[in-house]
């Protein structure tokens, strides 16, 4: 729990410094133009790519299989976008590396065994399931009956006096 921290506490300082350092070697104006070409990059590639990951998704629910794998590179190919909207030249290369599809099944080997899909397949496409619950019981409209509870704390005390 203590990474997610440290990293979210030093990711901005790594940015500033990226900002200093790359505005010293090519200049100020230089650099916000990279800042907002990455933008652009970003919002482009993310339209571009996942237009391909939906029907990817829409193709293998048709033929029935797993979408866990084009689900996971959906929701990377969202952060790398993110990354690269995001000002900051670290992270515009943590999210250029995202948008490659070799990183992304490397991301998904190493997410893949924790991962779990539940699904069921039919001619609409993929469905969740939840399992049966055996502490549940079902009852007909005919087999219950509602009244009101007297005891209840949240009965109007005013209703109900005779």
Known sequence: ??????????????????????????GVLPTLGLIILAAFAGVILLRYQGAGILRRLRSEAQRGLDPGRELVHGA??????????????????IGILLFVPFVRDLAWRLIKPRVVVRST???????????????????????????PDQNSPWRDPRIGRE
């Open 76 to 93: 990377l190919l969202v952060v790398a976008a993110f990354l690269l909207i995001v000002p900051g030249f670290f992270g515009d290369v």
């Open 1 to 26: 729990m203590r990474l997610p921290l440290v990293l979210f506490l030093i990711a901005p300082l790594v940015e500033i410094a990226s900002f200093i350092l790359v505005g010293q070697a090519i």
């Open 121 to 147: 397949y039919s001619e609409a496409g993929f469905r969740t399931s939840r399992p049966k619950d055996e502490n549940v019981v079902d009852l007909g409209d005919d087999e219950y009956q509602r009244e």
